[in-house]
């Protein structure tokens, strides 16, 4: 996934704002999932029992989880909540 987004020719806004911290493409794309990030309260619990998509947490984390990028450059343990031993690949 992230070596297809590489290649993309034009960045993620948030790869367009941190150019300037000389960070790494490939290193700026694991950092843009941020953008899922957000705090639900109930109503914003209630909307996802009738949304077709999963709250952003999982839809990040998910993918997140099961990338060795993502585990090699935020050094997550082995079999901790962001890097666990068994992963899904669904391209390798």
């Not at 993309?8 to 911290?21: D, F």
């Not at 997140?64 to 962001?82: A, E, V, Y």
């Not at 031993?85 to 669904?90: E, H, I, T």
Request: hydrophobic residues 35%.
């Amino acid at each position: 996934m992230f070596a297809t987004a590489a290649d993309l020719p034009t960045p993620g806004p948030l790869i367009n704002q941190i150019q300037s911290l000389e960070v790494k493409r490939s290193e700026a794309q694991n950092i843009d999932f941020r953008i899922w990030c957000k705090v639900l309260n109930g109503d914003g619990y209630e909307k996802y029992t009738q949304e077709a998509h999963s709250p952003g947490k999982y839809r990040a984390n998910g993918v997140l989880q099961n990338s060795p990028t993502f585990s090699q450059f935020f050094n997550c343990r082995l079999d901790s909540p962001m890097n666990p031993a068994n992963k899904c690949q669904l391209w390798s």
